[in-house]
């Protein structure tokens, strides 16, 4: 894992600064988020009946669950800020699910850091592009526009920022 100090991160803007490893998207995994989330529609859990009825060919996870693994897409692929003390989602300005993620897919995350702004004394607002690729389409499974929040002591901000 990278470590890298608030000071980098404005000179990081509009480049990719992670790509997450493969995540297998599996029929399980759509079954317990299903479970979680009381969406028991049947393209996602019913694996006959959407070989039959629906335009996928079999189950499709939940856009939801494609986006809520963007956390763990972040946590491995992003560099570490070395004063950070916490981080904290924020939200998002757009989401966009463009293509579905069949069950026994993979799905990886690409993150650009679009911007990023010092807020108080010990706050920066970061803003990723993030796109989730699935493994072999064409297209991606979703596009974000993802802004979080790096809390740091104020004494650790860097001098002219």
């Given at each position: 894992?990278?470590?890298?100090?608030?000071?980098?991160?404005?000179?990081?803007?509009?480049?990719?600064?992670?790509?997450?490893?493969?995540?297998?998207?599996?029929?399980?995994m759509?079954?317990?988020?299903?479970?979680?989330?009381?969406?028991?529609?049947?393209?996602?859990?019913?694996?006959?009946?959407?070989?039959?009825?629906?335009?996928?060919?079999?189950?499709?996870?939940?856009?939801?669950?494609?986006?809520?693994?963007?956390?763990?897409m972040?946590?491995?692929?992003?560099?570490?800020?070395?004063?950070?003390?916490?981080?904290?989602?924020?939200?998002f300005?757009?989401?966009?699910f463009?293509?579905?993620?069949?069950?026994?897919?993979?799905?990886?995350?690409?993150?650009?850091?679009?911007?990023?702004?010092?807020?108080?004394?010990?706050?920066?607002?970061?803003?990723?592009?993030?796109?989730?690729?699935?493994?072999?389409?064409?297209?991606?499974?979703?596009?974000?526009?993802?802004?979080?929040?790096?809390?740091?002591?104020?004494?650790?901000?860097?001098?002219?920022?």
């Amino acid at each position: 894992m990278r470590e890298i100090s608030l000071v980098d991160m404005p000179g990081l803007v509009g480049q990719e600064i992670g790509m997450s490893d493969w995540i297998t998207v599996d029929q399980t995994m759509i079954q317990l988020f299903a479970d979680a989330t009381h969406d028991q529609q049947f393209i996602h859990v019913d694996p006959e009946r959407a070989a039959t009825e629906s335009p996928f060919g079999g189950t499709i996870a939940h856009g939801f669950l494609t986006l809520s693994l963007l956390s763990a897409m972040n946590f491995g692929s992003i560099p570490n800020i070395r004063e950070q003390t916490m981080g904290i989602n924020y939200g998002f300005d757009r989401v966009r699910f463009a293509s579905p993620v069949k069950s026994g897919s993979r799905v990886r995350g690409h993150f650009t850091l679009s911007d990023c702004r010092f807020r108080g004394a010990g706050m920066l607002m970061t803003t990723y592009d993030v796109t989730v690729e699935i493994e072999n389409e064409k297209k991606p499974a979703l596009t974000a526009c993802w802004i979080t929040i790096v809390q740091f002591d104020p004494k650790d901000r860097p001098e002219g920022v």
